[in-house]
T-cell receptor, first 107, second 113 residues
């Protein structure tokens, strides 16, 4: 049983396109995180959400607590956005992770 | 501030051996968490330490253990290594833990032969 489901698994986009990655979870959470992992392994935390919406540059993250769903949007995508994006939820005193969305942005 | 550091970065061991990995958190961060990442299982939570105490533990066998020192540095140990323990082991620190933003280290790539 997966506590966190992400879609799509793989995504290829042209530079400049609007991108949406979805995350659904099945447990009660205290927070939801979006992470970015570049080739080579380094992970960076993009957002931590417990309600509503957050924006940082071209990235927007939203969460709907009632529907247990979150989305990560990238506006005006750029090749440097190519990475794996991972959704993580904090529940029952630990983190549960989605399997990640591999994004490739083509110039 | 310096980021989270992990040593060593790469490690090759054989089955049955044990290994110790080290993590130095960002200065002032009291929570250190450990994660295992494999192609098959993705990222999985191992355990979290806060003020030298294990606060939470994921679903891993007792061969995986850890500790935290008074300066918040942490070590994790895996005994009786199995082939399936080959993975990227990531450490992350945060000021107070408990779901707070995690600051990840570069990871230790462990290969078990």
């Amino acid at each position: 049983k997966n506590e966190v489901e992400q879609s799509p698994q793989n995504l290829t986009a042209q530079e400049g396109e609007f991108i949406t990655i979805n995350c659904s979870y099945s447990v009660g959470i205290s927070a939801l995180h979006w992470l970015q992992q570049h080739p080579g392994g380094g992970i960076v935390s993009l957002f931590m959400l417990s309600s509503g919406k957050k924006k940082h540059g071209r990235l927007i993250a939203t969460i709907n607590i009632q529907e247990k769903h979150s989305s990560l949007h990238i506006t005006a995508s750029h090749p440097r956005d190519s990475a794996v994006y991972i959704c993580a939820v904090h529940s029952r005193n630990q983190f549960y992770f989605g399997t990640g969305t591999s994004l490739t942005v083509i110039p | 501030k310096a980021g989270v550091t992990q040593t060593p970065r790469y490690l090759i061991k054989t089955r049955g051996q044990q290994v110790t990995l080290s993590c130095s958190p960002i200065s002032g961060h009291r929570s250190v968490s450990w994660y295992q990442q494999t192609p098959g299982q993705g990222l999985q939570f191992l355990f979290e330490y806060f003020s030298e105490t294990q606060r939470n533990k994921g679903n891993f066998p007792g061969r995986f253990s850890g500790r935290q020192f008074s300066n918040s540095r942490s070590e994790m140990n895996v005994s009786t290594l199995e082939l399936g323990d080959s993975a990227l082991y990531l450490c992350a620190s945060s000021p107070l833990g408990n779901g707070d933003t995690q600051y990840f280290g570069p990871g230790t790539r462990l290969t078990v032969l």
